[in-house]
C-alpha cells in the first residue's frame, strides 16, 4: 500500500466550529507533514511529525492544533478558523527525515479542501 | 532573506523537445533538492531526488543536476509529451529538524 489517504475531501466551516483533517498512511513512514496550499501557490509547510513527535511547527497559528497518535495517523484539529485559512490541506509522509537518509520522498495525500464562511 | 526561484511562472515548448526548468535559491543550505509534479487539484508526486554531493541524477526521461556553487538545480525532461503537462516544484530539504521549502513552480504545456 503506497497510499497517503485524507478525509474529508471536502469540509465547509464557519469561524465558530471545531473540526479536525485526518491524515492516514501504512508504508511504515515515520515522518509525517502538513502542509497549505493557496491557489497557483506552492505548498507551505506547517507542521513535521518524526517518529510521533512533533519537530517542526512553522509558527503556525494556535487555531491550527495537529495530533499524531500513532505512526499511522496525522490530524489536524481545527478552531475558530478565519476565512484567510480557506486553501488546500495537503498530508504527506515520508520514510524518515534524517539528513543523510536515502528515504527522504514525500508521498503526499489528495488533499482536503477546506472553505471558512 | 531566504529566497527560491523558478525560471518561470509558465513555459510553453513544442512535443519531443527537450524542457528545462530553473531552480535557484539564496541563502539556503539544502542536504537535498527535490523536484515533484503537481496536476491541477492534486497533491504533489514525488520525481527525482538530489543530494548536496551529487552532480546528476536521471530517471527515464528525467535528468536534474544540482550546482551547490551557483545555488541552481536545472531539471530536463527530454522528448516531451503532452502528458508531461503539469507544474513542477523544486523543494529545498535542510533535513532532520530543519525546513523543507517548496518553489513557487513552473507551469509545463507540452504542446502538440
Known amino acids: 500500500d503506497t497510499e497517503v489517504t485524507q478525509t474529508p475531501k471536502h469540509l465547509v466551516m464557519g469561524m465558530t466550529n471545531k473540526k479536525s483533517l485526518k491524515c492516514e498512511q501504512h508504508?511504515?513512514?515515520?515522518?509525517m507533514y502538513w502542509y497549505k496550499q493557496k491557489a497557483k501557490k506552492p505548498p507551505e509547510l506547517m507542521f513535521v511529525y518524526s517518529y510521533e513527535k512533533l519537530s517542526i511547527n512553522e509558527s503556525v497559528p494556535s487555531r491550527f492544533s495537529p495530533e499524531c497518535p500513532n505512526s499511522s495517523l496525522l490530524n489536524l484539529h481545527l478552531h475558530a478558523l478565519q476565512p484567510e485559512d480557506s486553501a488546500l490541506y495537503l498530508c504527506?509522509?515520508?520514510?524518515?527525515?534524517?539528513?543523510?537518509?536515502?528515504?527522504?520522498?514525500?508521498?503526499f495525500g489528495p488533499g482536503t479542501r477546506l472553505t471558512v464562511l | 532573506s531566504q529566497k527560491i526561484e523558478q525560471n518561470s511562472e509558465a513555459l510553453n515548448i513544442q512535443e519531443g523537445k527537450t524542457a528545462t526548468l530553473t531552480c535557484n535559491y539564496t541563502?539556503?543550505?539544502?542536504?537535498?533538492l527535490q523536484w515533484y509534479r503537481q496536476d491541477p487539484g492534486r497533491g504533489p508526486v514525488f520525481l527525482l531526488l538530489i543530494r548536496e554531493n551529487e552532480k546528476e541524477k536521471r530517471k527515464e526521461r528525467l535528468k536534474v543536476t544540482f550546482d551547490t556553487t551557483l545555488k541552481q538545480s536545472l531539471f530536463h525532461i527530454t522528448a516531451s509529451q503532452p502528458a508531461d503537462s503539469a507544474t513542477y516544484l523544486c523543494?529545498?530539504?535542510?533535513?532532520?529538524?530543519?525546513?523543507?521549502?517548496f518553489g513557487p513552480g513552473t507551469r509545463l504545456s507540452v504542446l502538440p
Open positions: 523543494a529545498l530539504d535542510m533535513g532532520y529538524g530543519q525546513n523543507f521549502v
Open positions: 541563502n539556503y543550505s539544502p542536504a537535498y
Open positions: 504527506a509522509s515520508s520514510q524518515t527525515r534524517l539528513r543523510d537518509s536515502l528515504w527522504n520522498e514525500q508521498f
Open positions: 508504508m511504515g513512514h515515520r515522518a
